[in-house]
Each structure stands twice: as C-alpha cells, then as structure tokens.
T-cell receptor, first 114, second 109 residues
Framework: KAGVTQTPRYLIKTRGQQVTLSCSPI?????VSWYQQTPGQGLQFLFE???????NKGNFPGRFSGRQFSNSRSEMNVSTLELGDSALYLC?????????????FGPGTRLTVT | ELKVEQNPLFLSMQEGKNYTIYCNYS?????LYWYRQDPGKSLESLFV?????AVKQEGRLMASLDTKARLSTLHITAAVHDLSATYFC?????????FGKGTRLSVIA
C-alpha cells in the first residue's frame, strides 16, 4: 500500500512570496494533519482536516491556511513568506480524526525562504 | 497546556552499551508514540503504547509506559551504529500529537 506522499520535496522561495504544499494521504485515510519542524521550535502542529473540514488549528498566524479535497488530498498555503517560515513541513494521515488514530507521516517538504 | 520533556536531548553512546531515554509529560494521557527520524527524513513510527504498563520491544529497542508517573522510557540494548538517529516521543491528549524536543542519539565505535 502506498504511503503518504508530499509534493514538492524541496522548495526555495523569496520573502513576501506565497507557497502551496500538497499532501496525498494513504488510500482510505480521511484525516490529514500538518506539522512544522524547525531546529528551534521542534515539531509544532499546524492544523488537522477530516472529511474536508478543519477540525483543529495550532497557534500559527493567519498566513498559514489549508484545505482538504473530497479525495482526502490536502494542501497548505503560506502567504507573505518570512525567513522564519523556513522549515520541514510534514503531513500525516490517519484513518480517523484525532491523534488517537495512529498517524503515518510523509517524507516532508523542505521549504527555504531567502 | 500539555508539556512533553525528553531527556537527554543529546546522547553519545558506545557500541554495545545500554541506555535509556526518558519522556515525561504533564497531563494525564493513556496513549504515547515513539518515532525515529534520520537526518533529512520523515518520522518513522516505532511504538504505540496504549495503556498503563504497556511494554513493546523491537530488536534492540524496548519502550514502556507508566501513565501514573506520566513517564515513558525507550531503552536501548547493546547499541549499534544503525541506531544513530533522533528519537521523539509524542503524547496524545485530545488532538493533536504533542512532541518532545527529541533525543539525538549518536552511536560510536
């Protein structure tokens, strides 16, 4: 069974630009969560989507947004990029909503903002 | 607010030695995950601990959960170089997962 896929794997953007990252969950999984990983802050939760609805959002500014499509694929968007947005962005899929359902992580998108 | 503390944050071990990584958390939870991350790679699930007293073993790694003490341990037996990685615990209290800062393990000859 195919795992979680994320595209693109690497991205370089300039401050002020916007970026869209994509995540395709494991087939049959309806929940997608996004995390940001940085050396300073570690792994931080961004948001969770289940059945096209955002169920939870972490403590990030409104520049970070996301959505989920009917096929469970998810995208996250970051507008007006800042240097501090440079990070590894991980998405995780699970069968059910909430962290009690085991999450499987994708390979991540490495975003560099210059 | 749930806080998850791992220690040590850095660990340099000699091959063949044993060591334990600790994961303490501040709020009652009955579910905890351990993940491994290699440099530049994603998170690989190692163990899911579902109840008090749960113990799971895979190869040279053994994880346990004490929900009363709010403590999980990851014990490494007879370390080998292939175990060099960063290990994260993640605690479930509702949503979402809350991760520790990670323990960077380096196994040296």
């Amino acid at each position: 069974k195919a795992g979680v896929t994320q595209t693109p794997r690497y991205l370089i953007k300039t401050r002020g630009q916007q970026v869209t990252l994509s995540c395709s969950p494991i087939s049959g999984h309806r929940s997608v969560s996004w995390y940001q990983q940085t050396p300073g802050q570690g792994l931080q939760f961004l948001f969770e989507y289940f059945s096209e609805t955002q169920r939870n959002k972490g403590n990030f500014p409104g520049r970070f947004s996301g959505r989920q499509f009917s096929n469970s694929r998810s995208e996250m968007n970051v507008s007006t990029l800042e240097l501090g947005d440079s990070a590894l962005y991980l998405c995780a899929s699970s069968l059910a909503a909430g962290a009690r359902s085991e999450q499987y992580f994708g390979p991540g998108t490495r975003l560099t903002v210059t | 607010e749930l806080k998850v503390e791992q220690n040590p944050l850095f660990l340099s071990m000699q091959e063949g030695k044993n060591y334990t990584i600790y994961c303490n958390y501040s709020t009652t939870s009955d579910r905890l995950y351990w993940y491994r991350q290699d440099p530049g790679k994603s998170l690989e699930s190692l163990f899911v601990l579902l109840s008090n007293g749960a113990v799971k073993q895979e190869g040279r790694l053994m994880a346990s959960l004490d929900t009363k003490a709010r403590l999980s341990t990851l014990h490494i037996t007879a370390a080998v170089h292939d175990l060099s990685a960063t290990y994260f615990c993640a605690v479930v209290v509702g949503t979402p997962l809350v991760f520790g800062k990670g323990t960077r393990l380096s196994v040296i000859a």
